[in-house]
């Protein structure tokens, strides 16, 4: 965006805009407004699909969208794809239009908040003084936003450090904050982090600091803590769907699956089309047993989520791994076929590992050759947790005790064995191995005791 010295006709001339409405009328009326301003490129939409399209196409400066645009989209979830898959960038505007008054009560605690919002009816002089006010703060963040993308988190804590107390700082002051609190947990700082959220929830407790202090406390494995904190915000805020989220992932690390189900399935159920949200409820269910829900989830997610590359490998090997969980065998191979050679071309060493297990699974005499060529590599390579829990599944099909044994203890020897500790107990107790999965219990204990978090996860254990 060019440099800004007056917010005059000349300088919204320069500004492509993009408005979305599923009404002519309405859009009309908007390019009237935009072109009071000075607008000269305005582009219109009629609703979900165009607008992705046409901003991938051409990333506008600045969109004004309307909050209902028909259909089972809304103006909140374009918004959040766009910041989903990174198209919409900071310096761009992205202003809701909405006949509702409630809105305001909304958009207090949503996680991806547009920039600003206008509520019907209003004018073109009106909408032109939001609009400038959120441009003159675009303008004086521009230096943070080209800093955090270049990853220059120095340039970026001089940025935040010099603002603080200029006047137009203190305007910004809680999203300074805020932003000095991000660059510390993207610099993997998680203290740093939390004692600027405590500064920012001593002046307010807003429920995105709340959820950011539980986020610091995350980093820093202090799980209670950060789970104690959500289940407030969830209860005080509950449009904040972003809190369910983290709520939701908070459990599910503490193992706590069946809350961490309820919790996620409580916000997707207000947000039917938030796929995102819908993959994190597959994983929860899947994990809490519920393999209806699971599949019902991913089915969803396959089918539905038309944003052009959004439904990846991983997002179809977890539709698979529902469908064998579930015992729908012939449906799971029909859906892993779907995972085709060129696919799998763009997967990486997880996805491609948990394809080959999957197979094994459902195959077991089919692919045991291609397996035993594989366990030497698998068992050295540093694999995810859930392509580890695949993997364990394949080797009890295959009846490949070592193969099983060394992947849970690779779990076990990771933080992440917490999130599975009860599917893989489950899957040694139905093998009639749970004496094993007990030694195998005590030996990560002992040597997390003797040599703390440096233990190799692919360290043997001899004589189990």
Same mark, same amino acid.
């Given at each position: 965006?060019?440099?800004?010295t007056?917010?005059g %006709?000349?300088?919204?001339?320069? /500004?492509?805009? /993009?408005?979305?409405?599923?009404?002519?009328?309405?859009?009309?009326? /908007?390019?009237?407004?935009?072109?009071?301003?000075?607008?000269?490129l305005?582009?219109f939409?009629? =609703?979900?699909?165009?607008?992705? #399209?046409?901003?991938?196409?051409?990333?506008?400066?600045?969109?004004?969208?309307?909050?209902q645009?028909?259909?089972?989209?809304?103006?909140?979830?374009?918004?959040?794809?766009?910041?989903r898959?990174?198209?919409?960038?900071?310096?761009?505007?992205?202003?809701?239009?909405t006949a509702e008054?409630?809105?305001?009560?909304?958009? #207090?605690?949503?996680?991806?908040?547009?920039?600003?919002?206008?509520? +019907?009816?209003?004018? %073109?002089?009106?909408? +032109?003084?939001?609009?400038?006010?959120?441009?003159?703060? +675009?303008r004086?963040?521009?230096?943070?936003?080209?800093?955090?993308?270049? #990853?220059? !988190?120095?340039?970026?804590?001089r !940025?935040?450090d010099?603002?603080?107390d200029?006047?137009?700082?203190?305007?910004?002051? !809680?999203? /300074?904050?805020?932003q000095?609190?991000?660059?510390? *947990?993207?610099k993997g700082?998680?203290?740093a982090a939390?004692?600027?959220?405590?500064?920012?929830?001593?002046?307010?407790?807003?429920?995105?600091?709340?959820?950011?202090?539980?986020?610091?406390?995350?980093g820093?494995?202090?799980?209670?803590?950060?789970?104690?904190?959500?289940?407030?915000?969830?209860?005080? $805020?509950?449009?904040?769907f972003? =809190?369910?989220?983290?709520?939701?992932?908070?459990?599910?690390?503490?193992g706590?699956h069946?809350e961490?189900?309820?919790?996620?399935?409580?916000?997707?159920?207000k947000?039917?089309?938030?796929?995102?949200r819908?993959?994190?409820?597959?994983?929860?269910?899947?994990?809490n =047993?519920?393999?209806?829900?699971?599949?019902?989830?991913?089915?969803?997610?396959?089918?539905?989520?038309?944003?052009?590359?959004?439904?990846t490998?991983?997002?179809?090997l977890?539709?698979?791994?529902?469908?064998?969980?579930?015992?729908?065998?012939?449906?799971a191979?029909?859906a892993?076929?779907?995972?085709?050679?060129?696919?799998?071309?763009?997967?990486?060493?997880?996805?491609?590992?948990?394809?080959?297990a999957?197979?094994?699974?459902?195959?077991?005499?089919?692919?045991?050759?291609?397996? $035993?060529?594989l366990?030497?590599?698998?068992?050295?390579?540093?694999?995810?947790?859930q392509?580890?829990?695949?993997?364990v599944?394949?080797?009890?099909?295959?009846?490949?005790?070592?193969?099983?044994?060394?992947?849970?203890h690779?779990?076990? $020897?990771?933080?992440?064995?917490?999130?599975?500790? +009860?599917?893989?107990?489950?899957?040694?107790e139905?093998?009639?191995?749970?004496p094993v999965?007990?030694?195998?219990?005590?030996?990560? $204990?002992?040597?997390? *005791?003797?040599?703390?978090?440096?233990?190799?996860?692919?360290?043997?254990?001899?004589?189990?």
């Open positions: 965006m060019a440099a800004l007056e917010l %006709p000349d300088f919204y001339r320069a /500004l492509r805009f /993009l408005v979305v409405d599923d009404q002519p009328a309405a859009r009309q009326g /908007l390019r009237i407004c935009a072109q009071t301003m000075g607008a000269f305005v582009e939409s009629a =609703g979900y699909q165009d607008a992705i #399209a046409r901003i991938r196409r051409a990333p506008p400066d600045v969109i004004l969208c309307d909050y645009l028909g259909g089972e989209r809304s103006g909140q979830q374009l918004l959040e794809e766009l910041r898959f990174d198209m919409l960038a900071d310096e761009a505007v992205f202003i809701m239009v008054q409630a809105y305001e009560q909304v958009v #207090a605690v949503v996680e991806l908040a547009p920039d600003d919002y206008i509520i +019907k009816p209003f004018s %073109p002089e009106r909408l +032109k003084l939001r609009l400038d006010r959120v441009l003159r703060r +675009k004086f963040f521009q230096p943070l936003y080209v800093a955090k993308r270049a #990853a220059d !988190f120095p340039a970026a804590e !940025f935040l010099e603002s603080r200029t006047d137009e700082g203190q305007l910004h002051r !809680f999203e /300074l904050m805020r000095q609190a991000e660059v510390q *947990i993207l700082d998680a203290e939390e004692r600027v959220f405590d500064e920012i929830l001593a002046a307010h407790a807003f429920p995105w600091a709340r959820a950011g202090k539980a986020r610091a406390l995350v820093q494995n202090r799980l209670q803590e950060a789970r104690e904190i959500m289940d407030r915000v969830v209860i005080d $805020a509950p449009m904040y972003g =809190g369910h989220d983290l709520k939701t992932q908070i459990c599910m690390d503490m706590d069946a961490a189900q309820r919790t996620v399935e409580e916000a997707s159920r947000t039917e089309r938030n796929y995102v819908k993959r994190l409820l597959a994983d929860a269910a899947l994990l =047993g519920d393999t209806a829900t699971a599949v019902e989830a991913m089915a969803d997610v396959v089918r539905n989520d038309t944003t052009p590359g959004a439904v490998v991983a997002d179809r977890m539709l698979v791994r529902s469908l064998v969980e579930a015992g729908t065998l012939v449906e191979e029909r892993l076929d779907e995972i085709t050679p060129q696919r799998l071309e763009t997967a990486g060493l997880d996805e491609r590992a948990s394809w080959q999957l197979r094994a699974l459902m195959k077991p005499d089919a692919e045991r050759a291609r397996v $035993a060529g366990r030497s590599a698998w068992m050295a390579t540093p694999f995810d947790a392509t580890r829990l695949d993997i599944r394949a080797a009890m099909a295959l009846g490949d005790r070592e193969l099983a044994t060394a992947m849970t690779a779990l076990f $020897a990771s933080d992440e064995i917490r999130r599975v500790f +009860k599917v893989v107990r489950d899957l040694f139905a093998q009639g191995m749970s999965f007990r030694e195998l219990q005590r030996r990560a $204990a002992l040597q997390k *005791i003797s040599h703390g978090d440096d233990v190799p996860p692919e360290a043997p254990l001899q004589g189990v």
